[in-house]
């Protein structure tokens, strides 16, 4: 079990990456994909020191390299859910399942508001994993809303084991609702109502507070103190999801100082 999971490999995870190896402890970075990152879409940085004029693309891939020169481990997959369990924290990744001793979240800024009815039906027919949830829906009729590359993947594993899918790009709807009672029994899409048991919401990211509920979120970002810690012991954030302004120099230096205090909780809890 590594000592730290860092969720979300940009700027920010992957300095508090570097920060945790210099201070001699293990890290996995999970992340769902450089291209995820808002710095992989930037052309040009022009006020990061030292590097004038440098591609966002290059830049990440050069803090990539670093970290994984370091010593970091890094797992490519979306984290769908975190929950504290026993002195640590167990992280779902697609199928893969982590430990760790305390979690950094750098999982950039949430990809808009959710739609109506998916906080409310989130575990009643609102799932964000197909590969972790698929099974309770099996021979079922299902939607997949497709948001991120892995997710026609995802809906052809919901075909493999018997679900009848819907399946949604953003070519086929824009705007959805869910609509249940106890469960999960419609999406309405652009207006069309189609009769389904579960939705799938298949997204780059997750919300913060639907990935870990319990966190507390202040203004859609996650609350966090001076130390970078959150509102739950063992947590810490960093980078564009504890708020404005969204920069990489900010997000750098909020994901050292969220391994710094990381490290300072995992050598207190050691003792
Ligand atoms: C077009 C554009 C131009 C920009 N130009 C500049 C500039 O010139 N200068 C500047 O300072 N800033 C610029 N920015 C802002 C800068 O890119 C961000 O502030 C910075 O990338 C924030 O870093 P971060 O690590 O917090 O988040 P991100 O870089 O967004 O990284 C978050 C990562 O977490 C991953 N993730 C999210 N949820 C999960 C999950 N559940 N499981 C696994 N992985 C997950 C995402 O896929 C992503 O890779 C620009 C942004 C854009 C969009």
Redesign the pocket.
């Known amino acids: 079990m590594p000592d730290a999971v860092v ?7 992957l300095s508090a990456a570097l920060t945790l190896r210099a201070r001699g402890k293990t890290v996995t970075v ?5 291209t ?4 992989y ?2 052309e ?5 020191p030292g590097l004038p004029g440098v591609s ?1 693309k290059d830049l990440l891939s050069a803090m990539t390299n670093h970290a994984l020169a370091q010593g970091a481990e890094l797992l490519h ?4 859910s975190a929950m504290p369990m026993g002195k640590g924290f167990g992280v779902a990744v697609g199928s893969d399942y982590l430990d760790a001793g305390c979690l950094i979240l ?4 949430s990809m808009g508001k959710p739609y109506p009815g998916e906080t409310e039906f989130l575990g009643r027919g609102v799932s964000y994993c197909a590969t972790c949830d698929g099974m309770m829906y099996r021979s079922k009729h299902v939607a997949v809303i497709g948001l991120c590359n892995a997710a026609a993947e995802e809906a052809a594993f919901l075909r493999s084991i018997g679900c009848q899918v819907e399946y949604f790009d953003k070519a086929r709807a824009k705007q959805y609702e869910i609509r249940g009672s106890q469960t999960v029994t419609e999406l309405i899409a652009d207006g069309v109502s189609y009769p389904v048991q579960g939705v799938f919401l298949l997204r ?3 919300a913060p507070d639907a ?1 870990l509920p319990g966190l507390a979120l202040e203004g859609g970002a996650i609350r966090v103190d001076g130390n970078m810690a959150a509102s739950i012991p063992g947590v810490f954030a ?4 504890t708020g404005t302004p ?6 750098v230096g909020e994901g050292n100082i969220a391994a710094l205090s990381a490290v300072k909780y995992l050598d207190t809890k050691e003792n």
């Open positions: 969720i979300g490999g940009g700027p920010a995870g999970v992340s769902a994909g450089e995820g990152s808002h710095l879409k930037a040009r940085v022009e006020n990061y966002g997959g979306r984290a769908t750098t999982v950039g800024v780059d990211g997750v990935l960093a980078g564009d999801c969204y920069q990489v120099a900010k997000a």
